[in-house]
């Protein structure tokens, strides 16, 4: 299970940090054959097909380089613990003792429709053992923006907007207003269009619009590439609801999910390819953020920077929707019991919409960021003052700063 996975690497972590603390054998190479492992397996997504394949392959490597380092380690805490967790990781995965190994020299494994094979193989060269770095953007709800640098953004943005437009991907979002009088929008159609990639696939678009999800790109295909193990693959989850795109030729992951009458999207991508793009491009949300006039918070989605305005009485008034502020931080604090950005969020986008959808949507939004994001650290953002105390200085400023935006997103 990817559970077992994620404690078994929790342990390599603790294995690098009782050998980097004891004196180990100078000749005990269980450190070398963790490294190898992880750097053979950090890149891979156990939704795609072949997951098995492949991380049995690292396995068997994995394996078989504690056999050779076995002499050494006689004694050795950490290499018994590594020997016992390969033992368990295969039974989990039946993966059979005899079997192609995975190469840990990137040169040899050098495949060109495979980011992570040719980043790897310019690390190898340069001396550096890290794996890519990679950046996630996200789009949800009235809309909330969070960009690359992880910035966390409420804006308006009517209308066709660009959040990604780099020499390798586009992706064009266009956004209406959700109740009448206000300045309020969310995402009805969402353009990806995936660059032509030399051998490895020819453009492939795609487009969703409310109530059409589709599981394919525009010419019909599913796909794009040629030979069994495919450059770039759109997989259905939920029929209608949630697809996902994977371009391993640009080590990049897309999920795009309708909840309600509205879409959501999140990307990961590497950091090389996120920012290779020409001067001429500069306008993308994910990018820059969304431009000041159309911002209705201080540009890290803090309510409480709307504090000590004025709240207007005007004739929009009996439009409002009939959630009160106490009924959506209850219905909120269900699905996120942690109170920070995204409770924010939720609770804004109820208050304003009256719309019950829009709680799905902030969760599932922070459910993309855990399966995307590459930093844990960073997957929950509060507001200054409240990091760290979710339950403290954060609930007041959702209590005090929201009915005063609320307000002036009806302006």
């Known amino acids: 299970s990817s559970g077992s996975c994620k404690a078994f690497k929790k342990m390599l972590g603790l294995t690098f940090f009782l050998i980097g603390d004891c004196q180990q054998p100078a000749q005990c190479r269980i450190q070398k054959c963790s490294t190898d492992f992880v750097a053979l397996t950090s890149h891979l997504n ?11 392959k690292a396995l068997r490597a994995y394996a078989g380089c504690t056999q050779r380092t076995s002499k050494a380690c006689r004694g050795n805490l950490v290499y018994h613990s590594a020997v016992l967790g390969i033992s368990d990781l295969m039974s989990q995965r039946n993966c059979s003792k005899d079997g192609p190994t995975s190469s840990t020299n990137p040169e040899v494994t050098h495949d060109p429709c495979n980011y992570h094979s040719h980043a790897g193989a310019r690390e190898h060269r340069g001396g550096d053992l890290n794996p890519p770095g990679y950046l996630f953007c996200g789009l949800f709800g009235d809309p909330h923006l969070r960009t690359f640098k992880d910035h966390f953004q409420t804006c308006k943005v009517e209308g066709a907007w660009p959040l990604i437009d780099n020499n390798y991907l586009s992706v064009q979002v266009t956004n209406v207003p959700v109740v009448p009088g206000s300045s309020a929008t969310a995402t009805n159609k969402i353009t990806i269009i995936f660059k032509a990639h030399r051998e490895c696939t ?40 949630y697809v996902e795109m994977h371009a391993r030729y640009i080590g990049t992951t897309v999920f795009v999910r309708q909840l309600g009458r509205y879409l959501t999207l999140a990307i990961r991508m590497p950091e090389d390819l996120a920012m290779s793009y020409e001067e001429s491009q500069d306008l993308q949300l994910c990018v820059n953020g969304c431009p000041l006039s159309e911002r209705i918070d201080d540009g890290q989605g803090q309510v409480s920077a709307i504090l000590g305005h004025s709240v207007p009485r005007t004739s929009l008034a009996p439009a409002w929707p009939g959630y009160t502020l ?14 920070d950005i995204y409770f924010q ?37 509060f507001p200054s003052g409240s990091q760290g105390t979710p339950h403290g200085r954060g609930h007041w400023a959702v209590s005090l700063g929201l009915p005063c935006l609320i307000f002036i997103v009806f302006l």
């Open 46 to 56: 156990s939704a795609i097909d072949g997951f098995d394949s492949e991380f049995c």
């Open 345 to 381: 969020s939720c609770v804004f986008d109820l208050l304003t919409t009256g719309d019950a959808n829009f709680t799905a949507a902030a969760h599932s939004a922070l459910e993309d960021v855990e399966a995307l994001h590459p930093r844990k650290e960073r997957w929950h953002i």
């Open 326 to 339: 106490e009924a959506a931080n209850a219905q909120c604090h269900e699905k996120m019991p942690v109170k």
């Open 202 to 241: 020819d453009q492939k678009v795609y487009q969703a619009v409310t109530d059409d999800l589709p599981a394919a790109f525009v010419d019909g295909s599913t796909s794009g590439g040629d030979g069994d193990t495919k450059s770039l693959l759109i997989l259905e989850r939920e029929s209608g609801r």
